[in-house]
């Protein structure tokens, strides 16, 4: 094989694991800086991705409320830990797919939580597969959120059978 298949190949796998909605989302903003100064750009790209991040915490403290109900210092402390995290303040600060990946992962757990603790309803089954579906649109590794969401199912399954009821509400 010539070098050139080889990095065609290379080319077609990288774009693979890259699906549209993020660069679908990003294209309008790029559009409105269209004429400016690339460094000008980047910066402008850079704020969707903050956008992103502060999206990101607000999801954290709600999670943190969800699961510590009781607790103030937890609900404040969590997002501010996020916050304060170097790694996901660096990717929020990038213009990659991490950014909304790690919104819509966080997201897909919070609703994972939300659906065994309160609401074990249709409609919230489909809030769930609409983030997978967004998940995947954005990039590819999302698709651990399968085996994560079908532990939840397989879990709420064994408890209605033997217990005879789902998880009970906080």
Not at 81 to 88: E, W
Not at 114 to 124: G, I, W, Y
Not at 131 to 151: C, D, E, Q
């Amino acid at each position: 094989r010539s070098t050139s298949l080889d990095l065609q190949t290379i080319e077609q796998d990288s774009a693979a694991g890259h699906p549209p909605l993020y660069y679908s989302i990003m294209f309008p903003a790029y559009e409105l800086s269209a004429g400016s100064s690339m460094e000008s750009q980047l910066y402008f790209l850079r704020m969707i991705g903050v956008i992103f991040f502060v999206a990101l915490i607000a999801v954290a403290y709600r999670f943190a409320v969800l699961l510590f109900p009781d607790t103030p210092y937890f609900q404040a402390g969590i997002p501010l830990l996020m916050t304060l995290h170097p790694q996901l303040a660096f990717v929020s600060a990038g213009v990659m797919n991490e950014t909304l990946l790690t919104l819509l992962f966080t997201l897909f757990l919070y609703q994972l939580c939300v659906f065994c603790l309160k609401d074990q309803s249709l409609r919230r089954a489909v809030i769930i597969g609409l983030i997978v579906g967004l998940g995947m649109l954005t990039k590819t590794s999302f698709i651990v959120a399968y085996p994560a969401g079908l532990a939840v199912l397989a879990v709420l399954f064994v408890l209605l059978v033997t217990v005879g009821q789902a998880l009970m509400p906080v």
